[in-house]
Every structure is written in structure tokens, then in C-alpha cells.
């Protein structure tokens, strides 16, 4: 049964990361935040409007890159003692006190771009060919030239940096903060409700009448904050069409692509295929998990149901370490090392408490290791969920010792191919190791619950939502809890058709995540998972040369553009080949799961007649 969540000083310390790498204290902390503000006040002093030629250009970003260095961990720090304790006064102090201090910051560094983009082109190229380290940097600066406004400007939009990105501090606030559920009652018992409770536990919960009291209560209480998130987002939403318009954008679709490198075609497909084309599919699993768990009717609220309610295998923190490894060996020895390390090292925070973020994230401070944040419910499928972000660790792990910090972090568009990639090698690793039919339904299952129903569906209709969202934005319109409600029913009517009820209460989903805050992400998931499931396949097929191929892709980090790290790996992603394969494929795992309900219901009806 879910318990109500202890309070972070309450968890055991060997469940919780070990941010000591960063900052043995805050008072470190504090220290190095004073000593970097006066090491940019010193790099102003000596570079502001000293840059003449292409030597200096290249001594300006070596001091430049030395300075970000500094900054990163600071910035971590800050955002990750935060994120696993909202309700902590000092941790929020410390994480608006960083922001304030970033915000200043920025503004004084906003003269290198600017000064650098002055310069003749050139003598930027002059630079490139004196030196490969800031080669790809620069290439990326001449890229952005048309839309950079005058220096003055630049730096007084540096200077509101915080304010900017304050919607998502508001947004966070509200949910993990000032949002409090009471218990539900299912048959006269009460169960306690919290938001990584629900999302952990309840959402999976086996028992309908207990699943769906805790989705209406969940809901009762996201409406009553659907105002203020709705503004919230709406802030966002004006705040990034205003930059757009400023910098000279065509629309805003076309400023939040741009740091991606790519196009609106290769966006569009993805919502396009995926929504058209996957739903006939989707729609048959909804239908298998609705007779599996002998429903009248199904609705939105028991989607994320498992298809055999009496096979839930559980798993300790210490027993997932050995599917890891096994799972993702093939990668090899300085990969384990990686792993080990992450365990041993405690670079994971596995505790559940209140006020902990939600859902799980990785992040990866240059020059540091990577830190996984996850609330550990001990159900199997968690073993996927911290594959998924040992994918995004080892992705930086690589790219961050082979690069530089400006050349590290690659597109949003390939982020979460590495991620989702460990995620295939698990349930390849788990579907080879056994013949137990109830258990390759259980893999297979979560590979479509998981995997795929979580970036394939949850994350694109996210994106279809979004993409209306915006389409209101860029003609001038505003949005409010009404229409963002309507926009997401509508949405998950088109996708779900008569298979699934959308109940009252799942047009509140938009409330849930913190991904609209960071532009076009959600359509990435299915992008990522495409490039992923295709490569895997190689992987299968071909074995150490495609593994090879891929470790050299995760160390080229932001070198290349998606499309050219997806080439690197053996995926031609300008086409909808590889999309339409996956969407095949997904709907080939759905067909199985159909011929291994029958054959286990075969076996039980001949068991039971003997």
C-alpha cells in the first residue's frame, strides 16, 4: 500500500545523491559564488572591447570556457537541492539567490557575443583555422548573426534573465509547494495522495475502484490551481513570441527550432506520423488492457494499468544494478565503470519525500560527474526508467571528456536518443534471458507501456497539444485554462477515438509537466526514440560495429548536427523511413502481446480442466 511521503531530513542518507563533488557546503557554495562574480568582473576588465583579430578572438574564448566551467557546478548545486526538497526555505534561497547572481552575470558576458559577432566574418574564420577548439563554437555564432540584436540590448535581455524564467520557478512552486492533496477514500478506507505518489504508484494501481478515486482526486485538486498555471504558462508562452518577434524570427516555432538545428519538416512529420499512424495501434493495446483487467469501459484514468494485473515483479536498488550491467555491458568496460561508479559514488538520489520533484531527470555539470534524480517504488519497470537516464549519463559521461565545454551538449532534437536507447538494450537483455511467457509479456508490456507509450504517446501528444498551442501564440492570441483545456481534450479524443473514454480530469494533464518551460522538447522524445529503436536493431544484428559506431556518436556531443550524429550511427533521418519502421515495430509488439495473452489464457484453461 502507498504510504504518505516522509520528509526529506527522514529518508536514509544512502538513498539520497552525494553532492559533495559539487560543494562540500553551502557555504562553498556562497564562497565560489562570490569569487565567480569577481572573476567576470576581471574578464570583462581585460577582454571588453579588446577583441581585435583572430588571436585575440581565440584567447578571449579560451578565458571565456574558463569562466563557464566555474559556473556550471554553482548552477547545479543551486537547481539540484532544490529539486529534491521544493518545501526547503534555504533551498529555495539558495536556488533564487544563484538566479539573481546568473542573471547579473549573464548581463556582463553578453559583450562576448556581441563583440564577436561585430568582427568581420573573416576574421572569425581567420580564427577557426588558427584553432579547432572554438571552431564549432564559432560556427554556431555566424550562424545566429541574423537575429542578434544591438549589443545594449543583448545585455539588458541577459540582465532579465531570471525574470524570463521565472514561469518555470512559479510553475514548480505551485505544484510541489503550495499544491497539497488530501486522502481518498475507495469502501470507507483512506489513502494517502501526493503528486510523486500518484504518478509512482496509484496511476499503476491495479485495483480499478482505488486507480480511479485517486485519478478524480488527483484531478479535484489540479483544477483548483488551473487559473494560476494557466497564467503561469501563458507568461511563457507571450515571453518567448515577444523574443521571437524581437530577434527576427518568422514565427516561434522557428526561434525554438533554431538551437535545435532543424527544420520545421523534420517537427511536423514526427506529430504528423506519430498521431495518424500509430494511434490504430495504441487503440488495440487500449483495447487488450481493457479485456485483460475485465473493464466495462476504459478510460484515460487505467492507460497506465500493467496488461497482467497478477505479474508485477518487484525490484530492490540493489538487485537493479545487476540488470543494469548485464543489460548494458555491451558497451563496454569504461561504460560498467560508469555505472559502478554511479552506484558506489551515490550519484543517484533513489528516495521518495515530499516536496521531491517529480518524474526523473539526469544532469550532467560539465568538468563533474552526472547526478540521476528518481523516486524508487520498487516495481520492475523502474529498472527501465533508470536505464533511460544511465543513458543520458553516459551520453555526457562521454561527450563531456571528449569536448570542450562550448561543444559538449548536442541538439534537443538527439538528447534523448542515448536515453532511450539503454531502455531497448534492457528489453533486448530481459527478452533473451528468458522463456517464461508471462514474463516476455511483462517485458514486452513494458516496452509499450514504458518505452514507447511514454515517449511514443504521452510526450507526442504533449507535442500536439503544444503545437496548438502555439499556432495561437504566433497569430497574436493568448491562452487560459479554458482553452488549454480544450485544446488538450481535443487532442486526446483525436488520438484515442471510441477505444478509450477521456474522462473528466485528463484535460488537466498540461498542469503535470514542467516540459513547456523548455520550448519544443516533447515532440524530442519520440524523435530520439526513433533514432534509438533503429540503432538498437543494428546493435542486434550486427554487435560490437554498431556499439563502436555508437560510442563514437555520444563522444562527438554537440559537434554535429542530429541529422549527422544519426547518419554517424547508421540512420538517415531526413526521410520518414526510419519513423515508419519504428511505428511498424511498435505495432508488431502489440501483435505478440496479443498471441502471448492467448497463449497463457490457453495454458490456464487446459490447467484448470485437468
Known amino acids: 500500500m502507498v504510504k504518505s511521503m516522509p520528509a526529506r531530513s527522514e529518508v536514509n542518507i544512502n538513498e539520497t545523491w552525494d553532492l559533495n563533488s559539487l560543494f ?38 579560451k578565458a571565456y570556457a574558463e569562466i563557464n566551467e566555474k559556473l556550471i557546478p554553482i548552477g547545479t548545486y543551486a537547481n539540484l537541492k532544490l529539486s529534491t526538497d521544493q518545501t526547503d526555505d534555504e533551498a529555495q534561497m539558495l536556488a533564487s539567490k544563484f538566479g539573481s547572481a546568473a542573471a547579473k552575470i549573464s548581463s556582463r558576458l553578453s559583450f562576448v557575443t556581441s563583440e564577436l559577432l561585430e568582427l568581420p566574418e573573416a576574421t572569425l574564420e581567420q580564427a577557426m583555422q588558427e584553432s579547432d577548439e572554438f571552431k564549432v563554437y564559432l560556427e554556431k555564432l555566424i550562424r545566429q548573426k541574423q537575429y542578434q540584436l544591438h549589443p545594449e540590448v543583448e545585455k539588458t535581455l541577459a540582465a532579465y534573465s531570471s525574470t524570463f524564467n521565472a514561469p518555470y520557478g512559479l510553475y514548480n512552486t505551485t505544484k510541489m509547494v503550495d499544491m497539497s492533496f488530501d486522502d481518498f477514500e475507495v469502501d470507507g478506507q483512506s489513502y494517502p495522495l501526493s503528486y510523486v505518489s500518484f504518478e509512482g504508484d496509484w496511476e499503476a494501481e491495479t485495483d480499478t475502484k482505488k486507480r480511479r478515486a485517486a485519478f478524480d482526486a488527483f484531478s479535484t485538486k489540479l483544477k483548483d490551481y488551473q487559473h494560476t498555471t494557466a497564467k ?47 494511434a490504430p495501434h495504441m487503440r488495440k493495446y487500449a483495447k ?76 550532467s555539470p560539465y568538468g563533474v560527474h552526472p547526478y540521476i534524480l528518481i523516486s524508487w517504488t520498487g516495481r520492475m519497470n523502474e529498472v527501465f526508467v533508470l536505464a533511460h537516464e544511465l543513458g543520458h549519463a553516459g551520453h555526457f559521461y562521454n561527450a563531456n571528456r571528449a569536448q570542450n565545454v562550448f561543444n559538449a551538449r548536442p541538439s534537443l532534437y538527439f538528447i534523448e536518443a542515448p536515453s532511450t536507447m539503454n531502455e531497448m538494450l534492457m528489453a533486448n537483455h530481459l527478452l533473451e534471458n528468458s522463456k517464461d511467457p508471462k514474463f516476455k509479456r511483462w517485458v514486452i508490456s513494458s516496452i509499450v507501456a514504458r518505452t514507447y507509450y511514454h515517449n511514443f504517446v504521452t510526450h507526442l501528444l504533449e507535442a500536439a497539444y503544444q503545437r496548438k498551442v502555439y499556432e495561437r501564440i504566433d497569430s497574436g492570441q493568448s491562452v487560459n485554462a479554458g482553452i488549454l483545456n480544450n485544446l488538450k481534450r481535443g ?62 556518436v555520444l563522444k562527438a556531443g554537440g559537434t554535429k548536427s542530429p541529422v549527422e550524429l544519426s547518419k554517424m550511427a ?41
Not at 530577434?247 to 495518424?276: A, H, K, M, P, W
Not at 560508469?338 to 526523473?360: C, H, L, V
Not at 524530442?524 to 563514437?552: F, M
Request: glycine fraction near 6%; charge should be negative; hydrophobic fraction near 35%.
Open 232 to 278: 503561469t504558462y501563458d507568461t511563457q508562452l507571450q515571453t518567448e513570441k515577444t523574443t521571437a518577434d524581437l530577434r527576427g524570427y518568422d514565427s516561434v516555432f522557428d526561434y525554438l527550432l533554431f538551437n535545435q538545428e532543424v527544420d520545421r519538416s523534420l517537427y511536423n512529420r514526427q506529430i504528423d506520423l506519430i498521431t495518424s499512424e500509430l
Open 570 to 610: 547508421g540512420i538517415d533521418i531526413t526521410t520518414d523511413q526510419p519513423l515508419r519502421d519504428t511505428i511498424a515495430y511498435i505495432g508488431d509488439l502489440i501483435d505478440e502481446l496479443e498471441k502471448l495473452t492467448e497463449e497463457i489464457e490457453g495454458e490456464v484453461t487446459t490447467n484448470s480442466s485437468k
Open 288 to 363: 487488450l488492457l481493457q479485456k485483460a483487467h475485465g473493464l466495462e469501459k476504459m478510460t484515460f484514468a487505467d492507460l497506465k494499468i500493467s496488461l497482467d494485473p497478477t505479474y508485477e515483479p518487484e525490484i530492490t536498488v540493489e538487485e537493479s544494478k545487476k540488470y543494469v550491467n548485464d543489460a548494458l555491458g555491451i558497451m563496454g568496460e569504461d561504460y560498467l565503470d560508469m555505472i559502478e561508479r554511479s552506484y558506489s559514488e551515490r550519484w543517484i538520489d533513489f528516495a521518495q519525500n515530499k516536496g521531491k520533484s517529480t518524474g526523473a531527470f539526469c544532469s
Open 491 to 552: 487532442v486526446l479524443e483525436e488520438f484515442w477515438g471510441d477505444a478509450v473514454e477521456i474522462n473528466e480530469g485528463a484535460e488537466l494533464t498540461w498542469m503535470r509537466q514542467p516540459h513547456y518551460y523548455m520550448g519544443l522538447y516533447p515532440y524530442t522524445y519520440s524523435a530520439g526514440l526513433t533514432i534509438s529503436t533503429q540503432v538498437s536493431k543494428r546493435i542486434l544484428d550486427e554487435g560490437q560495429p554498431a556499439v563502436d559506431e555508437w560510442l563514437e
Open 24 to 61: 562540500t557546503s553551502d557555504e562553498a557554495f556562497n564562497d565560489s559564488l562570490s569569487t565567480i562574480e569577481k572573476d567576470v568582473e576581471a574578464f570583462e576588465s581585460s577582454y571588453k572591447e579588446k577583441t581585435t583579430d583572430a588571436a585575440s578572438v581565440n584567447g578571449l574564448l
